[in-house]
């Protein structure tokens, strides 16, 4: 995202560019399917800091991916048919205290933690494009900042504050810290750093495929990865956004941000988040017209996306990102749904980013 900071200061209008505008202004029918199946155990409660995630067994099998559902966006469609290769995933969503102990093993320093340069950033923006003072060249990333009260939803940066010391240690801002937050998922992560955690765990980030057919858990043309019921305030399936976004969050299900892992029932794989709390990247690029291109083909086995197009950052080739977040509400943005797609540049960070792993065996 740092590139894109100053891309909006330099009067680009697209998507991911908007969200630059915050540094500047602002100094968030059922049944079991083929060949699928979980034989990892789980344990009945988990520890009070866990550093080592479990892994569910996913079987792989054939499965419809996507969805031709009026509640799915356009990149969502058409459903199509595709075949993946059994593997391992992680339960949860990487912790703060997984995160914690990578970066002391390693020495590891994250996106948001270091200051970018201006080489960096002029790279993706178009030709004669002034560059960023010094000033501008801080270490940071985008919080997400509840707002006064009704505002425009097409204007991102009414409730994304570039904050200048936000990491995955400070996830508000230097003030803040992550005491009593170890079970809570690791934002602040760029796709780059997850993968250089992956690495180091010997895993690696799941396929948009391996994603979508884990976190249906078994249920098959299912809109939501719990079933048929949309949630509501008292239908609480998953750490998303009550209230009227951004200003008002009822806080129904216990938080405003991030939730501890597990605090929500698992999916029939007994897989748990794969629906709120935060974003998850995946492996593939992002590509909007990716299922319309495989519109009439056979069955596709183990699709990854290597090159994309993004028409919110085209200068930039976007990850794929997976199962909304705790921003999420159906009247702004639904995509807590196993089909949902999501694009981000690899170099962001946010307040609502993480990730989990899987492994081949």
Same mark, same amino acid.
């Given at each position: ?10 009067g ?9 505008a !915050? ?5 968030k #029918? ?10 990892a155990?789980?344990?009945? =409660? ?11 067994w996913?079987?792989g099998?054939?499965? %419809? ?7 799915? *966006?356009?990149?969502?469609?058409? &459903?199509?048919?595709v075949?993946?290769?059994?593997? *391992? ?7 703060n ?10 020495g590891?320093? !994250? %996106? &948001?933690e ?16 002034? $560059? ?28 994304w504050?570039? !904050?200048? =010391?936000?990491? *995955?240690?400070?996830?508000?801002g ?9 079970? #809570? ?5 760029s796709w ?7 690495? *180091?765990? =010997? ?5 948009e495929?391996? @994603?979508?057919?884990a ?10 990865v @719990? ?12 750490n998303?956004?009550?209230?009227e976004?951004?200003?008002?969050n009822?806080?129904?299900d216990g ?17 748990y ?5 935060v974003?998850?990247w995946c492996a ?9 291109r ?7 086995a ?6 994309g ?10 990850? $794929?990102?997976r199962?909304?977040?705790?921003l999420?509400n159906?009247k ?8 949902a ?12 980013? =993480? ?5 081949s065996?």
């Amino acid at each position: 995202m740092k590139s894109h900071l100053w891309t909006l200061a330099a009067g680009v209008a697209a998507f991911a560019i908007v969200f630059a505008a !915050t540094r500047f202004r602002n100094t968030k #029918h059922a049944g079991q399917l083929p060949g699928e199946s979980v034989v990892a155990t789980r344990p009945a =409660g988990p520890p009070s800091v866990v550093t080592k995630p479990a892994m569910a067994w996913i079987a792989g099998g054939e499965f %419809t991916m996507g969805t031709d559902s009026e509640l799915g *966006w356009p990149d969502e469609k058409p &459903a199509h048919r595709v075949r993946v290769d059994g593997y *391992w995933i992680d339960e949860t969503e990487v912790t703060n205290a997984m995160f914690a102990k990578f970066a002391e093993a390693t020495g590891y320093i !994250t %996106t &948001a933690e270091r200051a970018p340069s201006a080489e960096e950033i002029l790279a993706q923006l178009p030709p004669g494009t002034p $560059a960023p003072s010094k000033e501008q060249l801080v270490a940071g990333s985008l919080v997400f900042t509840m707002t006064d009260g009704p505002v425009d939803l097409k204007d991102f940066s009414q409730w994304w504050t570039w !904050t200048i =010391g936000a990491n *995955w240690k400070h996830p508000e801002g230097p003030e803040s810290n992550l005491d009593g937050r170890e079970q #809570h998922p690791v934002v602040h992560v760029s796709w780059d750093d997850a993968v250089a955690y992956a690495k *180091w765990a =010997g895993k690696r980030l799941p396929t948009e495929a391996e @994603w979508e057919l884990a976190a249906r858990g078994g249920l098959i043309d299912k809109p939501y990865v @719990w079933g048929d019921d949309a949630p509501s305030e008292t239908r609480l399936f998953a750490n998303i956004w009550q209230g009227e976004f951004p200003h008002k969050n009822t806080e129904a299900d216990g938080f405003v941000r991030t939730a501890p892992v597990r605090s929500f029932k698992a999916n029939g794989f007994g897989l748990y988040d794969m629906a709120g709390n935060v974003w998850e990247w995946c492996a593939d690029a992002y590509d909007r017209d990716a299922y319309a291109r495989r519109a009439g083909r056979d069955v596709i086995a183990n699709p990854l996306v290597e090159r994309g197009f993004d028409p919110r950052n085209p200068r930039t080739l976007s990850r $794929a990102q997976r199962g909304g977040s705790f921003l999420c509400n159906d009247k702004y943005c639904s995509r807590y749904r196993p089909s949902a797609r999501h694009g981000l540049s690899p170099d962001t960070g946010m307040s609502h980013v =993480g990730f989990r792993c899987v492994k081949s065996p």
